[in-house]
């Protein structure tokens, strides 16, 4: 199993900077990409960013240049570095968490989520 908390959301107006951290514990030797998505109200969860094997990212086209997936293993934490916000970033943000098992020749993926963080940007 994987916990996931997430922290660092808030309140801000436009053209700010905010910093997610989603701290991972329990069997995360096997995580093998984190993430994080984000929903808005009456709309459906989106990947914004994803890190993958702690060395390959990929984001959501509208965040490209303005967000950074980053992920300190050493520390179990992953962070999302947010500049130039708009009111269109404003969503619950989720950490997420994949984890590969591999049990001869079968394979198992895992997924989890944390609790989710409000991120609000207004003016």
């Known amino acids: 199993q994987v916990q996931l908390v997430e922290s660092g959301g808030g309140l801000l107006q436009p053209g700010g900077s905010l910093r997610l951290s989603c701290a991972a514990s329990?069997?995360?030797?096997?995580?093998?990409?984190m993430g994080w998505y984000r929903q808005a109200p009456g709309k459906q969860r989106e990947l914004v960013a994803i890190i993958i094997n702690e060395d390959t990212t990929n984001y959501v086209d509208s965040v490209k240049g303005r967000f950074t997936i980053s992920r300190n293993s050493a520390r179990n934490t992953m962070y999302l570095e947010m500049n130039s916000l708009k009111p269109e970033d404003t969503a619950v943000y989720y950490c997420?968490?994949?984890?590969?098992?591999?049990?001869?020749?079968?394979?198992?993926?895992?997924?989890?989520w944390g609790q989710g963080t409000q991120v609000t940007v207004s003016s």
């Open positions: 329990g069997t995360i030797f096997t995580i093998n990409a």
């Open positions: 997420y968490a994949k984890r590969t098992v591999i049990t001869g020749p079968e394979s198992y993926d895992y997924d989890y």
